[in-house]
């Protein structure tokens, strides 16, 4: 198992960036695929993007692809989720998530998961 911390999440206007990061502890890492998450009030929870064990494939929702980018330092047991062009529908609670083995989009499969932390766009 690992521990999963998340961190930068905030308030930010509509077409603004912000960077999400995932501070991982316990076992070996970079044994682990990892992912981002998100939850809107009201909705079931998302798949968002995915990285692999050492950062080689990365897979994201098409409703964020081509502005978020997914990235990875297993030196620092660090997953990051750089968010450019946030718009009013990114509004969520992201979670940094991990599974021992490959990238999945899917929520259930990941059996470690961080507190979230709340992404609000406003107009």
């Known amino acids: 198992q690992v521990q999963l911390v998340e961190s930068g999440g905030g308030l930010v206007q509509a077409g603004g960036s912000l960077r999400l990061s995932c501070a991982a502890s316990?076992?070996?890492?970079?044994?682990?695929?990892a992912g981002w998450l998100r939850q809107a009030p009201g909705k079931e929870r998302e798949f968002v993007a995915a990285?692999?064990?050492?950062?080689?494939?990365?897979v994201y929702a098409d409703s964020v692809k081509g502005r978020f980018t997914i990235s990875r330092d297993n030196a620092k047991n660090m997953v990051y989720l750089q968010m450019n062009s946030l718009k009013l529908e990114d509004t969520a609670v992201y979670y940094c998530?991990?599974?021992?083995?490959?990238?999945?989009?899917?929520?259930?499969?990941?059996?470690?998961w961080g507190q979230g932390t709340q992404v609000t766009v406003s107009s």
């Open positions: 998530a991990a599974k021992y083995g490959g990238t999945t989009r899917t929520d259930t499969l990941y059996n470690n």
């Open positions: 316990g076992r070996t890492f970079s044994g682990y695929a």
């Open positions: 990285i692999s064990t050492y950062g080689s494939s990365t």
